[in-house]
């Protein structure tokens, strides 16, 4: 039997280099693996990125809650739209407003099955489910291509038939 040593040379810029620097600061490794103080820094840079993640995907379904709370003062889920008078202005608190839109909000709950809305022509609109997500467009952007229509939301495990002649939409969440 005949044994062959490794004598391959290992090309320039391909092994791990035994320090790193970084926006964590050096990042120090043996053989290709960090040592303790590299480790514990790695694991608390992941546990910071991970909080940063659920504050940024938890901040969308946070605004939408607060909303919805703050529209149950002037009526009920479902049949209450509410207007702002004025263009908003940098006083207003909210998560992103423009100042050159009028807008308009409602809450529907799909809890108890599909909700209908009629959207009048000409207007410009948009809904988003429980976490923010974009649902469908109306009016001129949307399906009814600013003629009106009578849009049909249908929860998720809604089964049932749905009516000819609306405009259906199903929703991934019963609140939008």
Do not use: C
């Not at 909080?51 to 940024?56: H, I």
């Not at 749905?162 to 199903?170: I, M, Q, T």
């Amino acid at each position: 039997m005949t044994s062959h040593a490794n004598t391959t040379p290992i090309p320039a810029g391909i092994a791990m280099p035994d320090e790193a620097r970084t926006r964590l600061g050096t990042l120090r490794f043996f053989d290709g693996f960090p040592d303790d103080a590299t480790t514990r820094t790695l694991f608390d840079n992941l546990d910071f990125q991970r909080a940063v993640q659920a504050y940024l995907l938890g901040l969308a379904p946070v605004a939408v809650a607060a909303m919805r709370q703050a529209l149950l003062q002037w009526g009920p889920v479902n049949s209450t739209l509410v207007m702002w008078a004025d263009l908003v202005h940098p006083r207003f608190l909210g998560p992103v407003y423009n100042t050159s839109t009028s807008y308009h909000y409602a809450w529907l709950d799909l809890r108890d099955g599909p909700v209908v809305v009629e959207v009048p022509p000409k207007v410009y609109g948009f809904v988003d489910d429980s976490w923010g997500r974009w649902v469908v467009d109306v009016g001129i952007t949307g399906t009814d291509q600013g003629r009106g229509g009578r849009y049909l939301f249908v929860p998720p495990d809604h089964a049932g038939q749905v009516p000819d002649g609306d405009l259906v939409v199903r929703s991934r969440t019963v609140g939008l």
